[in-house]
């Protein structure tokens, strides 16, 4: 195994979203030794949110930046360590878990893992290709580049509403093109959007291919109620058709459902005496930024607990 480190933390802590800052807050605060490694920005899917308006404490909302600036110095204020890389593997040596990297291996006595989800990938030829070309999954980090344009948003649920909604800012004509007749998001967003004049809406299609040449042109799209397909001119495309578990790398070490969502007791405990799951990654009713937080403060305190207990 590369770069093995010999000191075994206390507490590792898988993601740097608002679930993995919480719990590193409250491991770090409670004197644990607490290591938490996070791939790519912290405040995880917070970071891609424009503005924020359903978190307790921001009467006027807040940006994602923002409150994610605000949880991650919070947390590190209490001497939590963070290493950017990312996790490939965690495996048991006997009550010690090794996590991996590509560039280390790092082992703890208790982790925490806090993965969140990823987009779902639409599968249909010409999304590979144009990925970065005009297709996109991130309205806030690419939605400047289609000002003026004219753009489709694919799905029916919150984040597809409220990516569109922030997209009218730049988009001059957007349609949302979604598989079913009617939409499955919140009823404040639904209304949003459906009372915006820049937004029209295609129901019951599906989007079968993406055209173009060295970026995106059009679609074609299929309605799946007469099977008629047409192709549809398009500067943009951004994809919002559901969530994934990051959770691929956990794989035989605690039990999932099908979907790979992490399977926990209430106390944020996994199949694995050790090994807590927290947020987005766990099956769980509701995926929100306040329910993350309220993971992480109770996994938190249960690895505090376990550590406490377990000779
Ligand atoms: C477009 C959109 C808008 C939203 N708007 C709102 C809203 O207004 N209000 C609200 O409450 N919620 C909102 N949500 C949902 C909210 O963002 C999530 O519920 C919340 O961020 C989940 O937190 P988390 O810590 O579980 O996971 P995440 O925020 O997903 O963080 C997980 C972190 O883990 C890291 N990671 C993943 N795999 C690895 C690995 N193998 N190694 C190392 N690091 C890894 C990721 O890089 C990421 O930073 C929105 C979500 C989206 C997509």
């Known amino acids: 195994m590369k770069g093995v480190k010999t000191e075994v933390y206390e507490v590792i802590i898988i993601g740097g979203g608002p679930g993995g800052l919480t719990a590193g807050l409250y491991t770090s605060r409670a ?31 807040v940006t994602g930046d923002e409150l994610s600036r605000l949880m991650e110095d919070q947390a590190k204020k209490f001497g939590m360590k963070t290493v950017t890389q990312e996790v490939v593997k965690v495996s048991l040596e006997g009550a010690v878990k090794v996590v991996q990297t590509y560039e280390s291996a790092y082992r703890c006595e208790a982790l925490i893992v806090s993965t969140g989800t990823e987009y779902r990938k639409l599968g249909v030829p010409g999304e590979k290709e144009f990925a970065g070309k005009g297709v996109s999954y991130c309205a806030t980090c690419d939605g ?123 106390d944020c405990e996994t199949s694995t005496k050790g090994i807590l799951a927290v947020g987005d990654c766990r099956k769980k009713l509701l995926r929100q930024i306040a329910t993350a937080v309220g993971d992480g403060a109770t996994a938190a305190f249960a690895a505090e607990k376990f550590l406490e207990l377990k000779e």
């Open 144 to 266: 400047a580049f289609f000002r003026d344009s004219q753009i489709v948003v694919v799905g029916g649920g919150d984040s597809a509403l409220t990516e569109a909604l922030f997209l009218t800012k730049f988009a001059r004509e957007l349609t949302i093109i979604h598989r079913r007749d009617a939409l499955r998001g919140t009823k404040i967003y639904q209304e949003r959007a459906l009372a915006s004049p820049k937004i029209k809406f295609l129901w019951n299609s599906i989007v079968q291919e993406i055209n173009g040449d060295s970026t995106v042109r059009s679609i074609n799209v299929k309605n799946v109620k007469t099977g008629e397909i047409k192709e549809v001119e398009t500067e943009g495309v951004f994809l919002f058709v559901g969530l994934v578990p990051r959770t691929q790398f956990l794989k035989g070490v605690v039990q999932m459902d099908e979907a790979g969502y992490i399977l926990t007791n209430e």
């Open 31 to 61: 004197r644990l030794s607490t290591l938490l490694i996070e791939s790519a920005l912290f405040g995880g899917q917070m970071t891609t949110t424009e503005l924020i308006e359903n978190y307790p404490g921001f009467p006027q909302g």
